[in-house]
């Protein structure tokens, strides 16, 4: 500790100790300043920085704490602190009217654009006001498109942009909060006024916009999707056109970051420059300098991404500090990089582009020196093999840096990512020259861009088809849930041992990964239940502290959604589940049975559950039929049957029997009267699933009487006016009920009685499309709503 914060380390790379305690304190922004209000740090700031002016001895250590401190109070300043005609001090539906200008746009290949609107006025019921701040636009019925700078009046509803549906799942409205951006809207054709004049700023508008407006009409006319979206990604950062299943290809085996403007592509571009400067005879440093002029002019083409800026910075540094002849430690030109972008924009520090791109460099810049020295290079070795060998230990270092972040981000781990980089990785290169080739020729001859777009074109098929193959290997990517914080700061810490690569930090390094190893586990300590948000439909999962998994119902499966790859499947990942005990449908109709499909696709299941009602829908021959080329076995239940998860569970079929499970007419209201009713206990609690079960078959569950009392009820078809009688509602009892119901539905669930009937008996009705998911545990003797979001 001593020596990591001494006076002499700290001299010799005082930009890389700035960065580091400046981000340190944007990171504990949150914790700190929900304890110590904002006057208390800033006093306690005055206080570090006086005595630093007074002690001489400790003044290095005591000045990085101050900027820690800055870094706290910088966040909170720009996250608290609005002006006073600020949009987000007004209600939503308070504002009739805003005017402003179009700050930025995507334009999208399915024409569903999205854009920012700079605010200037807004119309309330006292009139029109100035305001400030950005409001998201989406384009939903409105022909065309608007450009940078069109200046507008939208008279429209305005809303609260969405908090995350499902746990995991990405957070829009925290992502917009830190751009500044705090109300939404849509844009509808009649309700939008073009206002006379422009807007914004005059290089913006006259320079750069119509070329991003040429290059991406270029594009989309020579080269064919979906190589298409991936050349407007690596040119212009793009990534709004870009193939969902490619994106998830190359998340899988960890070499995402090729398809977005990274710094390893802005260092291909600079090599580009100079090879083409180095035609001229031109001096070197005016190469160098025309070089770094166009790289920047190409950076602001990207709408300045953090990675492109931060690469950029580096590059610049270097070369002065070459120019100069003075040496500079590369973790300082990293840092100084970082503390550019930072400085003004603190919230920067929190988004994953700035995250991954600062780890991954720091990662090479720390460990690859390191780790080379470990490599015992013979004289003699052969060029290639000093190649490959180096290459593996740059992605190795690069991989082990970013492992905290994708497994806290994304559940996994990249066991494929070292090699699979060291592969593909040079013909990336490849790629983004012939990109840029084709960006340079934009404005030739239209038989030349076409051949060059189909080069383009099967060169990336090439790549995608060698990724794809890798994909589908089983070991490049272990899905491990989300990590607590204690475990992401325990796993940072090993990544750092294995990086200083010593045979003492290595030794520690092995220690602990057995240790997590021995001790980690995913498993939740109670009985989690979430009821999660797949829209109109249902679908539960079910957490066990034994380590089993149960899932009920997945959710609908249509011609334009399904909700089990959009909703369930990731939600599995997200809590580390690898494998199913028991996957229910409760009844046969698609918007319960259809996101089983895609679980059982994803995941190994013990056993398919089913009502003895049968169906003969095509979903359902395909559900037999997926569990049957699987090898999963099908359990058919009724009334008197169980599911047996463990000494301590008890999980009763309570419906159906008899009438209900003999097909006569395959009416709506006889499939919905076959749904499967499960009653899961533990301890002294219990949860009561009831599927579609409508009130007409409600009374033959009356037998059951004080059994059938349950804390957590999920509401029978989804809250309808036929289901949840008064009578079967007054023998559960419920602590809560749960409406599963898409938002905004064309069967207007839930119906205002079933609501109100719950209401009046204390049943708590909770709606997963106000709420999102609803998760609650069970300790045995108590249930527990948890506040996920």
Not at 518 to 527: A, E, I, V
Not at 595 to 608: H, Q, R
Request: proline residues 5%; charged residues 15%.
């Amino acid at each position: 500790m001593d020596s990591f914060l001494s006076k002499e380390t700290i001299r010799r790379q005082p930009a890389f100790y700035t960065f580091i305690f400046y981000i340190a304190g944007i990171f504990l922004c949150r914790p700190f300043l929900l304890k110590f209000p904002f006057p208390a740090i800033s006093a306690i700031l005055m206080l570090i920085l006086l005595l630093a002016l007074l002690i001489r001895k400790y003044r290095s250590f005591l000045l990085l704490i101050v900027f820690m401190l800055g870094g706290m109070l910088s966040l909170y300043s720009q996250l608290t602190f609005f002006p006073t005609d600020h949009l987000a001090l007004h209600q939503p539906q308070e504002i009739k009217a805003v005017e402003g200008w179009i700050e930025s746009a995507q334009y999208r290949s399915d024409h569903k654009n999205r854009y920012v609107l700079h605010c200037t006025k807004l119309q309330n019921a006292q009139g029109w006001h100035s305001v400030s701040g950005k409001m998201y636009v989406y384009q939903a019925k409105y022909p065309g498109r608007l450009l940078y700078g069109t200046r507008l009046r939208l008279v429209s509803r305005l809303s609260r942009p969405p908090l995350p549906e499902n746990p995991g799942a990405f957070n829009f409205r925290a992502y917009l909060d830190l751009n500044d951006i705090t109300l939404q809207t849509s844009l509808i054709e009649g309700k939008l006024t073009i206002l006379p004049g422009q807007s914004g700023n005059i290089w913006q508008r006259m320079l750069l916009e119509p070329l991003r407006r040429h290059i991406r009409h270029t594009i989309f006319r020579y080269i064919p999707q979906p190589s298409a979206g991936v050349v407007l990604a690596l040119m212009l950062g793009e990534r709004q056109n870009l193939d969902r299943n490619l994106v998830r290809q190359f998340q899988k085996t960890g070499i995402v970051h090729v398809l977005a403007i990274s710094g390893l592509h802005i260092g291909f571009i600079l090599m580009i420059f100079m090879l083409i400067f180095g035609l001229f005879p031109i001096s070197y440093k005016i190469r160098v300098g025309l070089s770094l002029l166009l790289l920047f002019v190409f950076i602001a083409l990207t709408g300045f991404k953090a990675s492109a800026v931060r690469a950029g910075i580096m590059a610049a540094i270097y070369f002065a500090s070459k120019f100069l002849e003075r040496r500079v430690p590369p973790l300082n030109i990293l840092a100084v990089a970082g503390l550019v972008i930072i400085l003004p924009f603190p919230h920067q520090a929190l988004t994953p582009g700035f995250q991954f791109s600062f780890a991954a460099v720091g990662g090479i810049l720390f460990g690859y020196p390191r780790l080379r020295k470990i490599a015992f290079f013979r004289k003699g070795t052969p060029r290639v093999q000093r190649y490959i060998v180096q290459s593996f230990l740059v992605s190795l270092s690069a991989v082990l840096a970013t492992t905290p972040l994708t497994w806290w981000y994304y559940g996994t781990l990249q066991t494929g990512a070292v090699f699979i980089n060291i592969l593909l990785i040079p013909f990336i290169g490849g790629l983004v020259a012939l990109c840029f080739l084709f960006i340079l020729l934009s404005s030739g001859i239209p038989a030349l861009l076409s051949g060059l777009g189909q080069v383009i074109h099967l060169y990336f098929s090439a790549i995608s088809t060698v990724n794809a193959w890798f994909a589908r290997w089983p070991f490049v990517q272990i899905q491990m849930g989300k990590p607590e914080l204690w475990l992401l700061w325990c796993v940072i810490v090993l990544v750092l041992l294995l990086l200083r690569a010593t045979k003492r930090s290595i030794a520690l390094a092995a220690l602990g990964i057995l240790l997590l190893l021995f001790f980690y586990s995913s498993t939740p300590s109670q009985l989690q239940v979430t009821f999660v948000n797949v829209h109109q439909g249902d679908g539960a999962i079910l957490r066990l502290p034994n380590g089993k998994a149960v899932v009920i119902d997945g959710g609908d499966r249509n011609y334009s959604m399904d909700a089990g790859t959009r909703y369930m499947v990731p939600l599995l990942h997200y809590y580390g589940i690898r494998h199913i005990d028991y996957l229910i449908g409760t009844h046969p109709h698609s918007d319960h049975i259809g996101g089983l499909l895609a679980i059982m696709e994803s995941f190994p299941v013990d056993t398919l559950v089913l009502s003895r009602y049968t169906n003969t829908t095509r979903l359902y021959k395909q559900l037999l039929k997926t569990a049957e080329r699987h090898h999963i076995p099908i359990a058919y239940k009724q009334r008197g049957d169980q599911l047996f998860l463990g000494p301590d569970f008890r999980a009763y079929v309570l419906h159906p029997f008899g009438k209900y499970v003999q097909p006569h007419s395959y009416s709506g209201n006889e499939v919905n009267n076959s749904s499967l009713v499960i009653q899961i206990q533990y301890g002294h609690t219990a949860f009561l699933f009831t599927g579609d079960l409508e009130h007409n078959a409600e009374p033959e569950l009356a037998s059951y009487k004080q059994f059938l009392h349950s804390d957590v009820l999920k509401v029978g078809h989804h809250g309808s006016k036929t289901s949840s009688g008064i009578s079967f509602l007054k023998e559960v009892q419920p602590r809560y009920s749960v409406i599963s119901v898409g938002r905004h539905n064309k069967f207007f669930h839930p119906s205002r009685k079933t609501v109100a009937r719950l209401h009046r008996l204390g049943a708590h009705p909770l709606r997963t499309d106000h709420f999102g998911a609803l998760v609650f545990e069970s300790n045995g003797q108590t249930i527990q709503p948890v506040l996920w979001r």
